[in-house]
């Protein structure tokens, strides 16, 4: 049998599927779909002409012809590794977003497994007059002044238990509205959420609460966010909130975080009441 079934094939351009540049030293090239060096000649399969061909080894350019190919083949394989992790964080997203029901609420997915609602507190507006509930879809009637939404009671029933300041959790938005991480302040026997101004005339509600810088993460275009702290939080009352801007309509999901806390199932029955008024 001939000598030619000893040869060593350097490259197999068909490894990496694309056509590529067979330099030779004059600085001219063709364009071949493989080749392989025969003891004195290369061996390539010409594009131009789809027919196998043969050039003398010494006009050949191997060392750049090679340098191409594997810088070629180098960026094919980073571009595989991207496209596999990218592959992966979108069935990790998935899966984390399968976890999470499409009701509007605020959720924990502990350990990626276990999920956790939090109930829908019940928020009032504190004039000097008079306390009003505030609710999502009807909000009350103001009249010009300061006030302040409260809280009821001075610790939330909810404690996120976990010994490290900085935990996430999920949104599901009803509607396009803004939400935010706030810090809730005790005051006698309720927490303070925000303090109001109603602008006089345009009837505007201008609300200060203390908000915590928090990262966002969008899931989905239906309104699914996980968000969680830039800081680590400090022991305390704080709450998950959404509102309408300009307007008293602030739903408040409340939690306390305390290191050593333990998490208490709510004994109430889930209803949507408690999700949200």
Known sequence: MR?????????????IAA???????DGTY??????????????????????????????????????????????????????AAEEKVEREMAHE????????????????KE?????????????????????AVAPIPIVSGK???????????????????EFEFYIQLSAEQRFAVIRLTPHDNVRIAEKVTIIPITKEAVGEPDEVEIFRKQLDANGLYKIWPQKPLTPG????????????NMQIWDFTWEPGAKYVPDARP????????
Do not use: C
């Open 3 to 15: 000598r030619i079934l000893a040869v060593l094939l350097l490259f197999s351009v068909s490894v």
């Open 19 to 25: 056509n590529v540049r067979l330099y030779l030293k």
């Open 237 to 248: 009352e704080y709450a998950v909130v959404e509102n309408t801007p300009g307007k008293l």
């Open 147 to 165: 006030a302040t939404v409260e809280v009821d009671k001075p610790r939330s029933s909810y404690n996120v238990e976990t010994d490290t300041p």
């Open 270 to 277: 889930d209803t949507p009441e408690t999700k949200r008024h």
């Open 115 to 135: 999920l956790r609602i939090l109930r829908l507190a019940e928020s009032k507006l504190h004039t000097n007059k008079r306390r009003s509930v505030l609710k």
């Open 97 to 112: 977003k399968s976890k999470i029901p499409q009701d509007p609420g605020v959720y924990q997915l502990i350990d990626g």
């Open 30 to 83: 063709q364009i071949v779909r493989e080749y392989a060096v025969q003891e004195d000649r290369v061996h390539y399969y010409s594009v131009e002409r789809s027919d196998w061909e043969d050039i003398p080894l010494a006009l050949v350019d191997l060392k750049r012809s090679e340098a191409e190919i594997a810088e070629r083949k180098s960026a094919i394989t980073e571009e595989s590794k991207m496209i």
